[in-house]
């Protein structure tokens, strides 16, 4: 599993506040002392991220019933608010008048109709990009890996994508106005290519505290392609618990092509593969973050992943 210790909730979908260069979040902590006016700015921050599911039980929703929401994976009340009804009712001990209940209380809360495209284009005047280390990337990019959605790196073996993931587990955690974007990384390994050394150069040449890089980075070993989708209902819990700025899966679709082999499994890997990447986007809409992903070019149409 991913293995690291998180603290207290923040939101991820406002503008970043700035901070000394220095200031990582190992602890993710509020000083002891606090004046009113930080009090109150803090208390806005966290109300205006995700809402954690426990806050349906002040709408008649029992304990339990928020329990095996989270058991599912469905940590916040925007998790819930994005997943089908077909889904909440496949949960066990979910009934259909349950999770009619559910979707009313949580649709009172987060609003999934219109809006203008003038909030649209406010919350997206808001949106954090993420530095690569690379001022000619990160122009080709329109100022780097923009954070509430999926960037894709593909290219053929040994082309640098692995490389380019391993400085922005570094570079997330700047500032926002050195690039960063504040947060922690979550690196979800599926090819045994994640290197410590790496981020700790990265560091050392951004002037960084590299054991704090390190603390800040939670690390975790995908096995196969279950094990990879079972492992973002962590991420989902972690992240709900604390800030993350960004998730990397290097690379996507590794597993799949030795899970589902022939084009006699292509649909049933398509399939499997789609759902993983559908909630790869409802945790980057959710919480706010970045997600980066990793594809190999092939040359063979058998073995090629697209």
Known sequence: GINAEYGALHHHTSPLH?????????????PSQQSNADAGEQEEEVMSGPKVVEA??????????CEKL???????????AYTPKKSLIAIKGIS????????AETHKIVPLGFVTATEVHNLRSE???????????DTLLGGGIETGSITELFGEFRTGKSQICHTLAVTCQLPSNMGGGEGKCMYIDTEGGFRPV???????????????VLQNVAYARAYNA????????????????SRFALLIVDSCTNLYRTDFSGRGELSARQAHLGKFLRVLQRLADEFGIAVVITNQVMSSPVLCVD
Do not use: W, Y
């Open 18 to 30: 700035n901070s000394p260069r220095q200031q990582l979040f190992t602890s993710m902590s509020q």
């Open 56 to 65: 349906l039980q002040q709408f008649g929703i029992s304990a339990q019933d």
């Open 70 to 80: 989270k058991a599912a994976g469905l940590f916040t009340l925007e998790a819930v």
């Open 96 to 103: 259909e008048q349950k999770a009619d209940r559910i979707l």
């Open 127 to 137: 949106l954090v990009c993420i530095t690569t280390g690379s001022t000619q990337l």
């Open 198 to 212: 790496r981020l700790l150069q990265v560091a050392e040449r951004l002037g960084l505290d590299g054991e704090e």
């Open 226 to 241: 279950d094990h990879q989708n079972a492992l973002l209902v962590q991420a989902s819990a972690l992240m709900s618990q």
